[in-house]
C-alpha cells in the first residue's frame, strides 16, 4: 500500500529540514520511495530507525534517462561508505542508511557549499527569475488594464484579485530570492571562518511560508469560485482542462523520451518545444471555440429567452429578465407597447467601489423603441472617487464626442457634465450624463437629451431614491 505527502517549499538549502522530516517519517513506517516536482511517494512498510543525507550533483536532471557515468561512481562511493541511493529529483540527491552511526557523507563544508549554490543557479534560481518575468509580465498587463479601465477595474473584485495575486507572487519570488542569497553570503563567511554551512530554516519563516499559503489558496479559490458562479460552462471547461493539459503534455514527453534512452538535451529541448506548441495550438483552439460556439454566462437570476431573427434564416436567443430598476424607460418617456424588454441589475462591491448598473435593453431591430443604461458608483475614498470621475469624463481620441459642463442647479450636483457632438447646425448632445454629487457618481445613457420634465423624473426616481 503506497501513501503521498506533500513536503511544501523545500528549497535546496532547506536539506537539514528534508533530511529531518524524512527521518521522522520513516520512523511512523513512511519510507521515501520518490519524489517528483510536488508530491514525494512513500512506501508503508513497518517503522524503521533510518538515517536520510540530502546532496546535490550537478550533472542531475529530471531529462536523463539513466544517471550519468559520474554519477554511477558517484553511487557507488556512497554505497561503500554505507548510505543507499533512494531517489533524485533534478539535482537534490537522496540516501538512506540503516547503521546507527553512518559516516558523514560529505566533510568539506567550503565543497559541499559551493556544490549547492552550483546547482542552485542551475535550476532553482533559473526557474525562480523565469517565473519573476512571466508574472511581472502579467502584472503590467492588469496595471495597463486598470489604467485603461479603471472605474470597472477598481469595482471589480475578481480584477483586485488576480492583481493582488500577481502582485505578491513576484513579492514573494523575490524575497525567497533575496533569503536564498544572504543565507549563502553568511554561510560562505561562516565557512571562511571554519565554521560550518548556515542552517536557513527556522519555525518563523516556516510559518510566514504556511500562512502565505494560505492567503494564495485563499485568493485562486474565490476566483475558482467566482469563475464557477458567473460563467458558462464552455468556458469553465476550456479555462480548467489548460492545466491538465499542459502537465500531460510536458511531463509525459519527459518520460517517454526517458524510457527511449533519448538524450537529456534532446529530451530537454524537445519536451519544452512540445509544451510551447501546445500552448500556441490550445490558445488557438479557445479562440476558435470562442468564435464557433455560444457560451453565455451563467445567471442566478430568473429570466425567459425568446428567439429573435437577426436576419433571414439568422436567429439568436437573447434573455430577457425582469429585475426591478429605479427608473425606466416606461418612467420617462410613458406607455411603450413592447414586450421584449430585458430589465436587469449588477452589482458588485469592492474594497474601494460599489457599483450598481441598471440597463433595460432590447433585441436590435428597425424602428426600435429607447434603450436605458445607468450606473451608480459610491467611492469609499476620495482618491477613488477622483479617479472615477476623471475616467468616466475622459474624451477618447479616436472620437470626436466632446464634453460640455452643466449648471449644477440643474441636477443639484457638485460637478455635471453632458456629451455631445459637433454638427454643421450646432451641437448635437448624445443623451449621456455624468452627474457627481458628495458620495456617488452617476453615470446616465440615454436615448436623447432629457427634457426639463424627464429631468424632474429623474430627480425624484433616482436621485431622492438614491439618498
Known amino acids: 500500500m503506497k501513501t503521498t505527502k506533500r513536503l511544501m517549499l523545500m528549497n535546496y538549502n532547506y536539506y537539514k529540514e528534508i533530511e529531518q522530516k524524512l527521518e521522522h517519517y520513516a520512523k511512523k513506517g513512511l519510507v521515501l520511495e520518490k519524489m517528483g516536482?510536488?508530491?514525494?511517494?512513500?512506501?508503508?512498510?513497518?517503522?524503521?530507525?533510518?538515517?536520510?543525507?540530502?546532496?546535490?550533483?550537478?550533472?542531475?536532471?529530471?531529462?536523463?534517462?539513466?544517471?550519468?557515468?559520474?554519477?554511477?561512481?558517484y553511487f557507488d562511493y556512497a554505497k561503500a561508505a554505507g548510505w543507499d541511493f533512494v531517489c533524485e529529483y533534478n539535482q537534490m540527491q537522496i540516501f538512506s542508511s540503516s547503521l546507527e552511526n553512518p559516516p558523514e557523507f560529505e566533510t568539506d563544508e567550503k565543497e559541499k557549499l559551493e556544490n549547492i549554490h552550483k546547482?542552485?543557479?542551475?535550476?532553482?534560481v533559473v526557474?525562480?527569475?523565469?517565473?519573476?518575468?512571466?508574472?511581472?509580465?502579467?502584472?503590467?498587463?492588469?496595471?495597463?488594464?486598470?489604467e485603461r479601465n479603471p472605474t470597472d477595474f477598481l469595482?471589480?473584485?475578481?480584477?483586485?484579485?488576480?492583481?493582488?495575486?500577481?502582485?505578491?507572487?513576484?513579492?514573494?519570488?523575490?524575497?525567497?530570492?533575496?533569503?536564498?542569497?544572504m543565507w549563502y553570503?553568511?554561510?560562505?563567511?561562516?565557512?571562511a571562518m571554519g565554521g560550518s554551512i548556515i542552517d536557513n530554516f527556522n519555525k518563523t519563516r516556516r510559518y510566514f511560508d504556511i500562512v502565505y499559503l494560505i492567503f494564495l489558496f485563499s485568493l485562486v479559490g474565490y476566483m475558482l469560485i467566482h469563475l464557477l458562479t458567473n460563467t458558462g460552462f464552455g468556458i469553465i471547461a476550456l479555462s480548467v482542462a489548460q492545466l491538465p493539459l499542459f502537465v500531460l503534455v510536458f511531463w509525459g514527453s519527459i518520460t517517454l523520451l526517458k524510457r527511449r534512452k533519448i538524450s537529456a538535451k534532446a529530451n530537454r529541448i524537445i519536451s519544452i518545444s512540445l509544451l510551447i506548441l501546445t500552448g500556441v495550438l490550445y490558445l488557438g483552439f479557445i479562440f476558435y471555440s470562442i468564435s464557433q460556439f455560444s457560451f453565455p454566462e451563467?445567471?442566478?437570476?430568473?429570466?425567459?429567452?425568446?428567439?429573435?431573427?437577426?436576419?433571414?434564416?439568422?436567429?439568436?436567443?437573447?434573455?430577457?429578465?425582469?429585475?426591478?430598476?429605479p427608473i425606466t424607460c416606461e418612467d420617462l418617456y410613458g406607455n411603450i407597447d413592447f414586450e421584449y424588454?430585458?430589465?436587469?441589475?449588477?452589482?458588485?462591491?469592492?474594497?474601494?467601489?460599489?457599483?450598481?448598473?441598471?440597463?433595460?435593453?432590447?433585441p436590435p431591430m428597425k424602428n426600435a423603441p429607447p434603450e436605458l443604461e445607468y450606473s451608480i458608483y459610491k467611492p469609499k475614498f476620495e482618491f477613488v472617487k477622483n479617479i472615477v470621475v476623471s475616467d468616466l469624463t475622459k474624451l477618447d481620441d479616436w472620437s470626436d464626442r466632446k464634453l460640455e459642463t452643466l449648471d449644477n442647479a440643474i441636477f443639484s450636483t457638485e460637478e455635471a457634465y453632458a456629451f455631445y457632438y459637433e454638427e454643421p447646425n450646432g451641437k448635437q448632445f448624445s443623451g449621456e450624463y455624468i452627474l457627481v454629487f458628495t458620495d456617488k457618481i452617476i453615470h446616465i445613457d440615454a436615448e436623447?437629451?432629457?427634457?426639463?420634465?424627464q429631468i424632474e423624473i429623474v430627480k425624484s426616481k433616482l436621485l431622492i431614491g438614491q439618498q
Not at 546547482?119 to 532553482?124: Q, T
Not at 445567471?299 to 430598476?325: A, H, Q
Open 155 to 181: 469595482s471589480s473584485n475578481i480584477d483586485l484579485a488576480i492583481l493582488l495575486m500577481f502582485f505578491s507572487i513576484i513579492l514573494y519570488l523575490s524575497y525567497t530570492l533575496i533569503n536564498y542569497y
Open 185 to 191: 553570503k553568511k554561510s560562505q563567511k561562516s565557512v
Open 298 to 325: 451563467r445567471s442566478n437570476k430568473p429570466y425567459t429567452t425568446v428567439d429573435w431573427e437577426m436576419y433571414e434564416g439568422m436567429t439568436r436567443e437573447y434573455r430577457l429578465y425582469s429585475d426591478k430598476i
Open 127 to 146: 526557474s525562480q527569475l523565469l517565473m519573476l518575468v512571466v508574472f511581472a509580465l502579467n502584472l503590467f498587463l492588469r496595471l495597463n488594464s486598470l
Open 341 to 362: 424588454y430585458s430589465y436587469e441589475t449588477e452589482e458588485e462591491d469592492t474594497p474601494l467601489l460599489h457599483k450598481d448598473h441598471y440597463s433595460q435593453t432590447r
Open 119 to 124: 546547482c542552485m543557479k542551475k535550476s532553482f
Open 448 to 453: 436623447s437629451p432629457f427634457t426639463d420634465e
Open 37 to 73: 516536482p510536488y508530491l514525494w511517494t512513500f512506501k508503508k512498510t513497518e517503522p524503521q530507525n533510518l538515517k536520510y543525507t540530502v546532496t546535490y550533483f550537478a550533472e542531475g536532471s529530471v531529462f536523463n534517462p539513466h544517471p550519468t557515468d559520474n554519477q554511477q561512481t
